[in-house]
């Protein structure tokens, strides 16, 4: 007789596994690089088991460990002077199987390149709902900000990223006059 387990009793190690695929994912689009990305993810996950006693049971782990990541990204930006960018996960080609065009490939940096262009908190807002597809309430509860923070530089980040795309002069910030 075949035993099944309710991944929810596994502990938080055992559960957080399923979610790596998608802090992979994510952690490649923060930090432009596959190497960056593995040591944030693998930053993140040490990070939420040493903290494990803060996750409450029964809440949504996936947007738990998307807040230690986050917030280990932030602190690890804030000690680095200069970022770099390097090109989209080569997954998104690769994943294409030889089907893509050159084209194609041309949009997916042109893609990358206009991501990277955005300030880090449209970034991470595009990011967690767009590629996550995150509700606008776990992006805020991730991020740490009110709803409305969010919904805002989504807004603002969706449209920059729409300029970008299509070559236009992005956005300029308005003055402040005394």
Known sequence: MKQTVDPSAAPLAVQALQYIPRLRRYARALTGDAAAADDLVQDTLERALLKQALW????????WLFTVMHNVFINQVRGVAASRTVPLDEML??????????????????????????????????????????????????????????????????????????????????????
Do not use: F, N
Request: positive net charge.
């Open 56 to 63: 409450r049971e029964g809440s949504d782990l996936r947007a």
């Open 93 to 178: 080609i690769q994943s294409r199987a030889g089907a893509a065009q050159a084209g194609d490939r041309l949009e997916i940096r042109d893609l990358d390149a206009a991501l990277q262009a955005l300030p880090d908190e449209q970034r991470s807002v595009v990011l967690l709902v767009g590629m996550e597809q995150l509700s606008y309430d776990e992006a805020a509860r991730v991020l740490e900000v009110p709803i409305g923070t969010v919904m805002s530089r989504l807004s603002r980040g969706r449209e920059r990223l729409r300029r970008l795309m299509q070559g236009e002069p992005p956005v300029q910030p308005l003055k402040v006059v005394k």
